[in-house]
């Protein structure tokens, strides 16, 4: 899986209307509203490299509202729910 974390500028006054649309692509896992200098951050979650091309360039930068995106590409990810998968064998705590 290739993440990307796309950081976007929009139309303050259509914010919610901008967010609300880009959840709704395909690829796009999550958008969260955010402080500081950009106004949304969206998770892209896909298969294959060329298919960024068609998420962020192809449907969220032509999104009404959108006005600035800089995407930034995933190599690994760190957390602790990753490993805590990693560790498992896959039994319950009952077992």
């Keep these: 899986m290739i ?3 796309v950081h976007i500028n929009a139309e303050v006054d259509r914010i919610p209307e901008v967010a609300q649309t880009i959840a709704e692509i395909d ?4 958008v969260y509203s955010v402080t ?3 106004d949304l951050m969206a998770m892209v979650r896909v298969t294959a490299y060329e298919e960024i091309a068609e998420v962020i360039p192809g449907r ?7 006005l600035h995106t800089e995407t930034h590409i995933a190599f690994r990810a760190y957390s602790r729910h990753d490993l805590d998968a990693a560790f ?4 319950s705590e009952s077992d």
């Design 3 to 5: 993440t990307a974390i």
């Design 88 to 91: 498992s064998l896959g039994l």
């Design 60 to 66: 969220i930068n032509k999104v009404s509202g959108v």
């Design 27 to 30: 690829g796009v896992s999550e």
């Design 36 to 38: 500081g200098e950009y």
